[in-house]
């Protein structure tokens, strides 16, 4: 895994947890791989991934159970998408909405441009 | 856990340090054995040489005593000298400190190396090379086309059934050990050169040492008239006891020393 | 009996520090002191990354942890011990991989027999598999290898013991890119809740991810002692166009600056370690407050 520049680790190991989960490589009440498993894979710190653990946990993503290790819950997906889209409203949007404003793009446009993207990429 | 002695420690030590130490001390046993080879070759009797005979009479291996001396300084002096040099090096200090035995433990290992597993091989390896010779040379007494002549003994014979050598050697018994604590001691003070610093801090010490003696002895025998003239045997027995009690007491004093050096020894 | 107790205390409660330096004050001549005054704990469960100007005393300090120097004054415990007094029950638990080291004419198996007894707890299991994983060639002898190679012995080595206090100066040294990422896996499985990790570098980028607590040496004292979530809380790291009041340090890149300021948005950025590096070392009175 490649870490980018300008975000804490844990949450770009927390990323990486979700895209699994979204992607279906874990799923739903399997374990996740140990903490220390985890940092060796990626090369850091085990702390870091237990931060990572936490809130992954406080999200409802994965739980912990005593003794056994780390949980995928049976609704993970769901709670992965919300707190996908917090991330996506706070960080990314912003920069999106700013682009739009600065280089006039109108929402039709924008619109019209979407559908495409969905119809070229999911088929939906 | 004993953090001072602990004898399975201390042979674990041991057995590591023949790791490092053992290959250079093999090497110089195999040089020792070709050097004693080699003046015993060159000097033993023989039929092709002219002075064969000592004024007594006997095969003439007098040469034997300046070599065992002469070689056994060398020899014990060089081994002792290169112990602790490794200590003068910071890479190889580092995991030498780091090893976990007691300072105890390593000075211990270092004196058992140099003392006595030094002195042992090197009165082992001059006994048998010795033995050898003169083995060789009594079974070929003939060929010296002489009458009456004695068969030669080895060494550690002529010194042990002689009672007057017996005593002899043995007030100089501390001697050996005298030599390798200063040399150990050189090879933990000094970083580089060690063997030829020691040498020189000796001989400068011995040369000072011996003006001093004289300067003060000429002070205080200035002007006065000898008490008795005659030789006295108890005075040399007497001078030679406190020969052997001042080398053992300095010996102690010089590893004391150095065990001291070993303790506080930075990186 | 006292120190038994000690220990003891230590596993059992697990609140003890493991280290415990106390008003040390070292130089290796009277005029030149190196450390003035220092104080400063460490405790298990860390990985310590040590930072620090050349001269600075990275390496001084770690020798004085290690009791291969002495302090001028002041106390250091480790473990309960004083390094200095080179106590054999205080090295087993020691692993220090310095920056120069010899390793003796013999192959592998021999360095093992004549030095792994010493350490009660050495895993022979586990030295293999590292040995495997490193792809240290166990045939050859170990002084004919290559300085990487022999580097990558006395951490296996150094790891296997199962030291509880491990002390790394430079260990990304001399090693090539693979064996760095190696060396990085391995060091994330070494971290355990009993051990306490130290290491020493200037490669900060090989390292950063596994460093969790940032200890900054200069001059004479520790200018930052800090845990990565520390330092982040109260200071972003980021890429900006522009310089402006509330930025502490910036450094021009190909996009404009990377940039050092407050968090006062509650950001969660990336520690750029480099970059706080640089930013300490020029603009020392405006951190102070932050960290202390």
């Known amino acids: 895994m490649e870490f980018r520049d300008n975000k ?8 990486y947890v979700c895209e699994h ?30 931060r990572t653990y936490e809130l992954l946990q406080n999200k409802n993503i994965i739980n912990n ?8 819950t049976d609704d993970a997906i769901e709670h992965v998408k919300s707190y996908r889209k917090v991330l996506f409203m706070e960080d990314e949007l912003p920069v999106v909405f700013r682009n739009i404003y600065l280089l006039n793009i109108g929402f039709d446009e924008l619109e019209g441009k979407y559908k495409t993207f969905v119809k070229e990429n999911f088929n939906a | 856990m004993n953090n001072t002695f602990n004898i399975n420690r201390f042979g674990l030590l041991l057995k590591r340090q023949w790791l490092d130490f053992g290959k250079i001390y ?11 080879v080699g003046f015993y070759g060159y000097n033993i009797p023989s039929p092709l040489k002219d002075n064969n005979f000592d004024y007594d009479g006997n095969l003439d291996m007098r040469f034997r005593y300046p070599l065992f001396l002469i070689l056994g300084f060398v020899f014990i002096s060089i081994v002792a000298s290169s112990y602790f040099n490794i200590l003068g090096q910071k890479s190889r200090a580092i995991l030498e400190l780091m090893t976990p035995a007691s300072t105890f433990e390593k000075f211990v290992a270092g004196v058992t190396y140099t003392a006595i597993i030094s002195l042992f091989s090197y009165l082992l390896i001059f006994y048998l090379t010795d033995l050898a010779f003169v083995k060789y040379l009594n079974s070929h007494l003939n060929a010296f086309n002489h009458p009456g002549i004695r068969q030669a003994e080895s060494i550690t014979k002529e010194v042990f059934n002689d009672e ?5 050697c ?11 604590s200063i040399f150990l001691l050189g090879s933990i003070y000094f970083n580089r050169f060690h063997y030829i610093k020691t040498a020189l801090s000796l001989m400068i010490f011995i040369g000072l040492a011996s003006y001093l003696v004289v300067k003060f002895s000429m002070w205080i025998m200035e002007g006065k008239v000898p008490y008795h003239h005659n030789y006295r045997n108890d005075d040399k027995d007497w001078i030679l006891l406190a020969l052997l009690l001042i080398t053992s007491i300095i010996t102690i004093i010089i590893w004391a020393i150095t065990y001291i050096r070993l303790k506080e020894k930075e990186v | 009996m006292n120190k038994q107790h000690h220990t003891l205390v230590y596993y059992l409660t697990n609140t003890v520090d493991m280290i415990n330096i106390n008003n040390l004050n070292f130089g290796y001549s009277k005029h030149r002191p190196l450390f003035k005054n220092m104080s400063m704990r460490l405790s298990n469960g860390h990985i310590y990354g040590l930072l620090g100007k050349n001269g600075a005393g990275k390496s001084t300090l770690l020798k004085n942890l290690a009791g291969l120097v002495y302090a001028q004054s002041g106390t250091l415990d480790v473990m309960g011990y004083d390094p200095a007094k080179r106590q054999p029950a205080l090295l087993e638990q020691i692993c220090f991989i310095p920056e120069e080291f010899y390793l003796p004419s013999v192959k592998i198996d021999a360095y093992i027999k004549a030095n792994a007894p010493f350490y009660k707890n050495f895993d022979h299991n586990y030295f293999t598999d590292l040995i495997k994983e490193l792809d240290i060639p166990v045939e050859q002898k170990l002084i004919n290898m290559s300085y990487g190679q022999k580097k990558k012995v006395i951490i296996a080595f150094g790891l296997a013991t199962q030291a509880k206090l491990v002390i790394m100066d430079e260990p990304t040294n001399g090693l090539d890119i693979p064996s760095k990422a190696q060396f990085r896996k391995i060091m994330a499985s070494a971290m355990t809740d009993e051990r306490c990790i130290i290491i ?11 460093i969790d607590t940032v200890i900054m040496l200069d001059e004479n004292d520790i200018a930052l002692k800090a845990t990565v979530e520390g330092i982040t809380a109260k200071l972003t790291f980021k890429k900006v166009k522009e310089i402006d009041d ?6 021009p890149s190909l996009s404009g600056y990377n940039a050092v300021m407050p968090n006062y948005h509650h950001e969660e950025s990336k520690l750029d370690m480099e970059l706080l590096f640089n930013a300490i070392l020029a603009e020392k009175i405006k951190f102070k407050p932050l960290f202390s």
């Open chain 3, 246 to 251: 509330s930025i502490i340090y910036a450094e």
């Open chain 1, 65 to 72: 159970k005593r003794g056994i290790g780390f949980f995928i």
């Open chain 2, 26 to 36: 093999l090497i110089s046993l195999v040089v020792l054995l070709g050097i004693v």
């Open chain 3, 200 to 210: 020493s570098t200037h490669q900060v980028r090989d390292l950063d991810n596994l």
């Open chain 1, 8 to 15: 804490a680790i844990y949450l770009q190991i927390a990323e």
């Open chain 2, 170 to 180: 043995s007030y100089f018994f501390a001697f050996p050990f005298l030599v390798t």
């Open chain 1, 21 to 50: 989960i979204l992607l279906g490589k874990w799923k739903a009440e399997e374990k996740v791989p140990s903490v220390r498993e985890l940092a060796v894979e990626l090369e850091v710190n085990p702390n870091t991934v237990m």
């Open chain 2, 164 to 168: 007057g050598y017996r005593k002899y």
